[in-house]
């Protein structure tokens, strides 16, 4: 979704009795003035550091957590911050960045004072996405001022685009039988996307072949996304009903009066009221199953109460706690007396995470290197992590390398002529068009410089729509370029890859795994998998960087280790097996296992023995 771009703002300096006051106005006006002035476009380039975000984010957190985390609760006591604490972050990371660069900007900094709305704009938008489901909402510059204490007299509090937002299609996925007509189950598992699906179905077919049924409740909204049926006996599937994250309308407890508390960022006070307010804008809209709206969260956990009553499993299981859908599931599950699984679907750094914090009792990751992460974001008071792969790479050793070399060079060469010696795959992430446009320059501009026949194959994320990309294929000459299908993605045809770029998709990972090296792209403030750390990938800041990586590919590659491949991933064919006899021993109650599923984070001294799960605190 890339939402049509508005009229531009600047912000200029005004007087006011001699007080410095800033104005948004149009860019129109600015030939006219002579104060101290930026377009608004200028004044988010400025330069801002991660860290320093991330700090300033916490700390209006915090802020809101003490204001008013229980302003509203679900029937069931979820808190509306505990639910929506995802999308909020998000937005407040918006507002953070706008006010660090307020005060990045000399003029103001020498000089603050209060900020003029622009009249009739709203104070909450979305930005440019390539996601075909997911909204990024933001912040206007109005919005700011609003929350600076502005007066707003004739501002909406949505944009227009927001506003006229298409409603979501309503369609089943699969008959959605009453809560109560629902078979009894040992596990339930939630899905809402494909990358969950791919994660937990070998999990509960492993499962079901051991004569323990599953259901599978599939979350989805978007069609790409929903979750296949199994063939294996045992392992049930269900929707919600129709409609259920459609819901929208106003959260009146979040519309506070204002009271005069604030938090201070930097030198910047912010109205908490007025931020409740801005963010009540997201949650009284439906967003589908990655957004919904409070309405649909408080149906969502009625219906919830319904499905686990009636399968009265001994264990939920999650691929995500921590955005709304999931953070609600746990806290539904923990209601129900249902011990709480989650299984790590893709890579994670310290900067990756919207929200570093995971509420189930014990979280399974893919390495070594994953370890302090989880430990360090578990949230339950008696927390395990263990140490056992990625469900979905089990079946990476049967990937037919040769089927996958003959796709891909059909696409790239779909007439009588030739396809390239040499193919590289792309496997994208679903950002902005402008960085995905830089990063695809990179890539293509190295592939020219690196002076072999290199053809490239776009591999979509699986959220994401394929429409921006058509720039790309109509670049003229070499190198040949094509886009995968979406169904096919990147671990559909990076087997035969001479080369797979990413910026910090897990199919790099995928990649090292099976022996197809691998690019990291990004700037050096950009965060990547970190697979060069370990020796699993070449970092790729230039095109000649690019350049330099594809032409070492035709010299021999020293043979990477175990322990490094350990760190990122623990792959021996059968995390499936071992993620379902983790649940059915924790349901039993039993504490021995075998001898290479869990590692101890303290070390072989620490008396726990070996094997056993990581306490996380």
Known sequence: MTPPKGSALSIARAASDGRPVWALVGEGSLATLKSDRITASELEALPFGPEEAEARVEQVMDSLEAYGADLARTPGGAGWLYVQHVPTRRLVAQVVRKLAALSAWEPFAKAPGPLRLAPYEGLVGLRSSSSREYRAYTVTWSGIAYL???????????????????????VAAVPNPAPSELPASEVVALSWSSRHAATLLPVLEELARNERPSLVVDLATDPAERCPASAVAGVNLCSPPTGLFNFSGAVDDLRLPEDGRVVRIDEHEVQLARLVRLVSAMLETSGGCTQPSWRSVVRAETWLDGVLAAARPHTVLVSNDTSPLGALAVHVAERHGANTVHVQHGAWTAESVAWP???????????ERDLPLAKAWARHPDAEVHVLGQPRFDALAGLDRDAQRRYLENLLAPSPRRAPARIAVWACQPFGPDRLKAQADLLLDGMWKAGADWGL??????????????????RDGRPLVAVADPRVGARGCLAGADAVASAYSTCGIEAALVGVPVLELGSPGERTLGLCDHGLARRCVTADDIADGLVALRGPRPPVGRAAMDAVCRWR??????????ITRRAGGRDTHSHHVHHDARGTGSGLPQGEGVPAR
């Open 573 to 582: 064919g059968d995390s499936a097996a071992q993620v379902a006899s983790l």
């Open 148 to 170: 600076l204490g502005g007066a707003a007299p004739h501002n909406p509090l949505r944009t227009a685009q927001f506003r006229n937002l298409p409603p979501l299609p309503a």
């Open 457 to 474: 194959v776009i591999a979509p994320h699986p959220a994401q729509s394929v429409d921006v990309f058509a720039p790309l294929l109509e």
């Open 357 to 367: 914090a995971l509420h189930s009792r014990d979280i399974v990751v893919m390495g």
